[in-house]
């Protein structure tokens, strides 16, 4: 996984989020066809984010950016 987080800073200068749930199941974060039909999204909202999982620091993202 690190090695993946580590790629995809190199490629977009940003942190690819991590998102941990409780639920039992994904049900709820799982964007169907359907959904995709009606235009919803199912995507974990960003409370759900693991931040402690970023590699690259809201600062360091900055200047990257720069």
Do not use: W
């Not at 960003?46 to 990257?64: C, F, H, M, R, V």
């Amino acid at each position: 996984m690190d090695v993946i987080k580590r790629a995809y800073i190199k490629l977009l200068n940003r942190n690819c989020a991590i998102y941990g749930v409780d639920a039992k199941d994904l049900h709820d974060f799982t964007t169907t066809e359907k959904d995709m039909n009606k235009g919803q999204s199912r995507f974990p909202t960003p409370e759900y984010q693991i931040t402690n999982e970023d590699l690259l620091k809201t600062s360091d993202a900055d200047k990257a950016q720069d």
